[in-house]
């Protein structure tokens, strides 16, 4: 006899919940129109863009276990993907991060598949690795701009959005949306409970009938299409991309730094980190200087590790238990 | 005698030269109890870990409940019901015991419904006396409880077989025979076991059958008296 139980009502009630707040945000902003600066647009965009990277990390990092420090490599793919079909044929955006999706989620399928097989490390140095060899890989390929860059044209934009600068953060509100519901259905179903039993002891969790690489495929998978995803749209938020920008080492830190202060083992942990952290970063960057971001991003690091290594899911979930 | 469940021909298994495992063969028939021992670094470990796809053995072959095992990855075993618990208990300590069984119930088991899944966790914990902290962390666990916990978990995948490797080890007299208690239950159940163990005392109140390996190679496999009583047995294990 099927019962949902409470717990699975429960879970149901939060996905609902997650999706709708991200409806009301994008009717919000989409009304908001120009009546605000641009940059603040601007800056909400790269925050979004952050919660998109550090959901899409946590998948593979916090859940499982496996650290990924070539996040830069899946968002570049993803970001020359755009650039590569802009050139061929001016496909639509969202044709693009289809496309990125693909690529990069095939891009996780194969590392995964090559180094997932062996524990720990050997995964990380292999996406550190991914990520060097293609930007030398876009460095040296002249059709994408090669080491100059290249300068992308943002198209006409109309209907409901004032500026494309409006219409990039409402597609980024979307995407960050899809990504936290991605994130939090992986991490309510068997994938997720899987995953965790991986994350706490890999040789427990196969003797339990745990396909393990299985598992690991699929979270590497769905990691590295949401962080293609997220390149897509990056051209035309800058208009000029060169290898060391799509490539950049503060996306890498960024998507590892967002989860750990926000908190590993659920999906709002990476939500709260990259606001927190994306926020206090653009603030920064506007105030004392650009230059202080990764510095911050430093401090903030070792200041969690040591006070609080459970990120602010950590605290928030103490304090709960201290009520009680 | 009833069928054959497990299946061991010819296995043997080499570390950089260091032979582990010597050409060993063993039968284990359906609901059978069989003791296996031998002294430290004998190779017990390393045969069950041959039988549950930890390691591949270099040569032979094992055969499970009529299918061919030798190549099958550990996660199909254990669904299959080749079932082992660990030496050192495994826990996965982000998670409520009653969470630990829950994973070999839905992994192994092949259970589906999450309401199924949460009252057969309470029946299992129930069975190994630790349902009164089904909602706590196995991290303030003691010895006993976690090896309770750890052949919990074997039981939830719903095994054919359990391997217990030492299960036991450490534990004093009366947690002995709790466990002894509760292994000689679920054979009652009809799952056969393999007991590893240095507790001769165990061994021989639990095992019908006795398997001796030295130094890699089977030296004796028979009925618990018959094999204690051989000379080469008393010298290799129990000393001079």
Redesign the interface.
């Known amino acids: 006899m099927w019962r949902p139980t409470p717990i699975a009502l429960a879970h149901l009630r939060l996905g609902i919940t997650i999706a709708l707040c991200g409806t009301i945000l994008v009717v919000v902003t989409i009304l908001i129109g120009s009546r605000v600066n641009e940059y603040y647009y601007l800056a909400a965009y790269t925050i979004l863009q952050y919660v998109v990277l550090g959901t899409a990390w946590n998948i593979l990092g916090g859940y499982a276990g496996y650290v990924n420090f070539g996040t830069a490599g899946f968002f570049a793919v993803g970001c020359y993907i755009s650039i590569v079909l802009n050139r061929l044929f001016q496909s639509p955006l969202f044709l693009d991060m289809v496309a990125a999706a693909a690529t990069a989620g095939l891009m996780g399928l194969g590392t995964g598949y090559l180094t997932l097989r062996l524990r720990g490390v050997f995964f990380s140095i292999a996406t550190l690795a991914l990520a060097i060899v293609l930007q030398t890989i876009i460095t040296n390929w002249s059709f994408v701009g090669g080491g100059r860059g290249v300068y992308v044209i943002r198209p006409e934009i109309s209907g409901v959005f004032d500026s494309y600068a409006h219409f990039l953060v409402t597609l980024m509100i979307g995407l960050a949306t899809c990504a936290v519901l991605v994130a939090w259905a992986v991490e309510k179903s068997w994938i997720g409970i899987g995953l965790a039993a991986i994350r706490d002891n890999e040789m427990a969790a196969e003797t339990c009938g745990v396909p393990s690489l299985r598992l690991k495929l699929i979270a590497a998978t769905t990691s590295g299409a949401l962080m293609g995803m997220a390149g897509a749209s990056f051209p035309y938020y800058v208009s000029y991309v060169d290898p060391a920008t799509a490539f950049n080492l503060a996306i890498a830190v960024n998507s590892i730094a967002m989860p750990l202060i926000g908190g590993t083992a659920t999906w709002w942990g990476p939500v709260v980190g990259a606001i927190i952290l994306g926020s206090v970063q653009q603030t920064l960057t506007v105030t004392i200087s650009s230059a202080a971001n990764l510095f911050l991003v430093g401090v903030l690091l070792v200041v969690f590790l040591t006070a609080a290594p459970r990120g602010v899911v950590g605290i928030v979930r103490a304090s709960k238990r201290g009520r009680k | 005698m009833s069928a054959t469940i497990l299946a061991v021909a010819g296995v043997s298994k080499q570390f950089d030269g260091f032979a582990a495992l010597t050409d060993v063969d063993l039968a284990v028939c359906k609901g059978e109890r069989v003791g296996l021992i031998g002294p430290n670094g004998s190779g017990k470990s390393t045969l069950v870990n041959c039988f549950?796809?930890?390691v591949r053995p270099d040569s032979g072959s094992i055969t499970f409940d009529g299918a061919d095992i030798t190549r099958t990855?550990?996660?199909?075993r254990?669904?299959r019901g080749l079932?082992?618990t660990?030496q050192i208990p495994?826990?996965?300590?982000?998670?409520t015991l009653q969470?630990n069984i829950?994973?070999?119930l839905?992994?192994?088991?092949g259970h589906?419904?999450?309401?199924m899944i949460?009252d057969e966790a309470q029946v299992i914990l129930d069975q190994v006396g630790l349902i009164d902290k089904a909602g706590l962390s196995p991290k303030g666990l003691t010895q006993v409880e976690l090896r309770k916990l750890e052949l919990g978990?074997?039981v939830?995948?719903r095994p054919k077989m359990l391997i217990a490797d030492e299960a036991m080890a450490g534990l004093a007299d009366s947690e002995v025979d709790e466990i002894l208690a509760l292994l000689l239950r679920l054979n009652g159940q009809g799952i056969s076991i393999i007991l590893i163990e240095h507790i001769m005392r165990a061994v021989l109140m639990f095992a019908q059958r006795i398997v001796v390996l030295v130094a890699g190679c089977k030296i004796a496999d028979g009925l618990s008296d018959d094999v204690m009583r051989q000379d080469e047995v008393e010298r290799a294990y129990l000393g001079e």
């Open positions: 549950t796809g930890i990855p550990a996660w199909l254990a669904q079932v082992r660990y495994r826990p996965f300590p982000s998670m969470e829950e994973v070999p839905r992994f192994a088991a589906t419904l999450a309401s949460s978990r074997a939830a995948a």
